[in-house]
């Protein structure tokens, strides 16, 4: 039988060899009389003998994590047996709840080709891995992804529409669906486009080392120049604070998401219901997320109910000193400790989106009630809440340092590679 001798896979597959045992199985001299001398000629001879080694072939299997499945349903999905579906289980049990296993997330098993499984991986959507190596003591860990986080900046003229125009130029078309949302009420980028408006945007995005993007892209900065003015708006660093609208350069409003980088996928007001079809109020908003992604308060306040409610599936509320009641729906999960009497403060965990209740997919349902009569939550309701947690001042040292960051990242002109890697 022909072997192939392959230095270069003891390079590439040594890591791999190490965790399922493999180096000490093929490697390793044999144990037993004469294994002294064994050693000592095999080290005579390799003296003069460049020694190499031919790596088992490989292979790899994945599958993407839908709704209701469960770990031990995927692991036989890969194939795994009882028994080794049970030792991944419980190698996992210090790094990975096996409930918290959400849509979207990949399953990935690697083999032998006889068949032999050598490992299983959880890869998650931040890029986060739960690794089993498997062997005659199967042990788990987590790989945190090596990222860098790239600032990158553009500016457009519009043509027809902003999406387009966004497409065109390999910027993420979602930055259009997130100025639509912010900007309601002020300006209908849908509606309200003319032509030969300037666009400058500033975001943020998390590669690999091999230049995939991890997680989504985030704004910091976006400048809309239109007839009416310059509208701004400028991103906090984090979700306990509100983002801040100006209009030539005066703060205009705040608003504040239970959800970062939530897509808004419908408003307040009347709509056609997703599940029943016929025109339905809606009491709130649907902000659109994978599931699992971190929910938190909007206000500070005291947790009013948590439990389930109907339709609403999984509820926490949040009593505000104004009045009002702050609602998140059909979450996957609460915040672990969470009881009712606690109190919160802006930003503070409350849960996870997901998608019990009467839902067509991961979202939250986001109310605000002011003697339970629900109010706009991006408009009046923002204004009451808001006004509780409000820091004071006119947000302009905010907005001169974005224009600056935005020059700054403009100034450095990137490199065609970088630039490609705004692509969507």
């Known amino acids: 039988m022909t072997r192939r001798w392959l230095l270069a896979g003891l390079i590439g597959l040594g890591p791999l060899l190490a965790e399922a045992n493999w180096r000490e199985r093929w490697l390793s001299p044999p144990i037993g009389p004469g294994a002294d001398e064994t050693r000592l000629a095999d080290r005579e001879e390799s003296s003069s003998t460049q020694w190499v080694v031919q790596p088992p072939d490989i292979t790899t299997t994945a599958i993407t994590v839908t709704q209701g499945d469960t770990l031990d349903r995927l692991l036989r999905r890969l194939g795994l047996e009882t028994a080794t579906r049970a030792e991944v289980t419980t190698a996992l049990a210090g790094e990975f709840d096996p409930r918290k296993l959400r849509p979207g997330y990949r399953l990935r098993l690697t083999s032998l080709v006889i068949g032999q499984p050598v490992s299983v991986a ?5 890029g986060v891995q739960h690794v089993v190596t498997l062997g005659q003591q199967p042990t788990a860990r987590t790989v945190h992804p090596r990222t860098d986080t790239l600032a990158l900046a553009r500016e457009v003229e519009i043509g027809t529409s ?17 100025l639509k949302t912010l900007l309601a009420g002020i300006f209908n980028i849908s509606r309200d486009i003319r032509g030969s408006e300037r666009l400058r945007l500033l975001w943020e995005e998390k590669r690999r080392q091999d230049g995939t993007r ?17 509208l701004e708006v400028v991103w906090p660093p984090n979700q306990a604070d509100a983002v801040m609208i100006f209009q030539n350069g005066e703060l205009l409003r705040s608003l504040r998401f239970p959800v970062e980088g939530a897509r808004l996928t419908s408003s307040f007001g009347n709509r056609r219901h997703p599940v029943y079809g016929d025109i339905r109020r809606h009491d709130g908003i649907d902000l659109a997320a994978p599931s699992g992604t971190p929910v938190v308060a909007t206000g500070s306040g005291r947790v009013a109910y948590i439990g389930w409610r109907g339709g609403y599936g999984r509820v926490v509320e949040i009593g505000h000193d104004s009045g009002a009641v702050s609602r998140y729906t059909h979450l996957s ?12 403060k802006a930003g503070d965990n409350l849960g996870a989106v997901g998608a019990t209740g009467l839902a067509t997919g991961p979202n939250l349902h986001y109310e605000i009630r002011l ?10 309701g923002q204004r009451i809440v808001l006004r509780e947690d409000s820091p004071g001042g006119n947000g302009s040292s905010a907005l001169v340092e974005a224009r600056t960051r935005l020059a700054g990242v403009m100034e450095a002109s990137p490199s065609p590679e970088l630039a490609a890697l705004a692509s969507p």
């Open 214 to 230: 991890v997680g989504p892209p985030r704004l910091t900065y976006a400048g809309f120049d239109g007839r009416e003015g310059r």
């Open 371 to 380: 003697d339970d009569r629900p109010i706009d939550p991006l408009a009046e």
């Open 122 to 126: 959880i890869e998650r959507e931040s």
């Open 162 to 178: 902003v999406s387009a125009s966004l497409a065109a130029e390999e910027i993420p078309t979602r930055f259009a669906e997130d």
């Open 333 to 344: 999960e609460f915040a672990e400790g969470l009881e009712v009497g606690d109190w919160v």
